[in-house]
């Protein structure tokens, strides 16, 4: 599989971290400076824009393959709303699952993508996916531990 991925342990339960996630993705999504721009609609629709600090704009448009309320979603930009085809570049995965670290109860947070192809993983790769999705899960470990108090 043309997998990458990212684990984080966040020092919050995982009520916490999926309401975070669920429910305020305009605070931790992209890495900032950038922000992001959702449009969240009935009907599966997983449409965001992220919005660059010097007015670039990225549209992602998709589906939710599956929302495992406090567990974990899927979606994909392979098909858009209405069941649209479109020109595919991953499926992304978001679990979170109950875990103790150095004797601290918390939240194993993984985010991973899937990519049709070989190419397609070492582009995301070559963009930066290790530093942003890093980046991102630690944005929401910082919004996730500093409320957890």
Known sequence: MNELSVSRFIAAPPKKVWDVLANRQEEWWCPAPWRVRLDKRAGGACDMTMLGPDGEEMPNRGIYLEWDEGR??????AITEGFVPAEPFMVGTWKFEPATE????????????????????????????????????????????????
């Open 72 to 77: 974990r979603f899927v979606t994909t930009d």
């Open 102 to 149: 150095d004797g601290v109860v918390g939240t194993r947070y993984t985010a991973s993508a899937s990519h049709w192809s070989e190419e397609a993983r070492r582009n995301h790769e070559e963009m930066g996916f290790v530093q942003g999705w890093e980046a991102c899960a630690a944005q929401l470990a910082d919004i996730c531990e500093g409320e957890s108090g």
